[in-house]
């Protein structure tokens, strides 16, 4: 059973835009810290957007300051990332993040989440 579902990605052209979506099927989505990582081949995966239970709190990481915003609906339990201006380096798999319900570690590592949506590939050309 898929507990993340990423969907949104695509190929793109350089300051295009793109919203990529996760639905989340896990319990008491509301209550749960959510993530979107970033990978590229050979490169570890990094934290790219987190936003804390209750939506109140986020952090970005220095490359999507400014261009990307993550959002959560809980009622509909979807997770959000607006990603506005793409570069070719933004090219990428973005993968879906949830943690344990109300436990929120530091919010950039990659340790605090437990759950992992297949990924979404996101590719910026020039």
């Known amino acids: 059973q898929v507990q993340l579902a990423e969907s949104g990605g695509g190929s793109v052209q350089a300051e295009e835009d793109l919203r990529l979506s996760c639905v989340v099927s896990?319990?008491?989505?509301?209550?749960?810290?959510m993530a979107w990582f970033r990978q590229v081949p050979g490169k570890e995966r990094e934290a790219v957007a987190t936003?804390?239970?209750?939506?109140?709190?986020?952090y970005y990481a220095d490359s999507a300051k400014g261009r990307f915003t993550i959002s959560r609906d809980d009622p509909n339990y979807i997770l959000y990332l607006q990603m506005n201006n793409l570069k070719p380096e933004d090219t990428a798999t973005y993968y879906c993040a949830a943690s344990w319900i109300g436990v929120c570690r530091d919010p950039l590592t990659e340790s605090s989440y437990n759950y992992w949506g297949q990924g979404t590939q996101v590719t910026v050309s020039s």
């Open positions: 936003i804390s239970i209750g939506g109140d709190t986020t």
């Open positions: 896990l319990d008491n989505f509301s209550a749960r810290c």
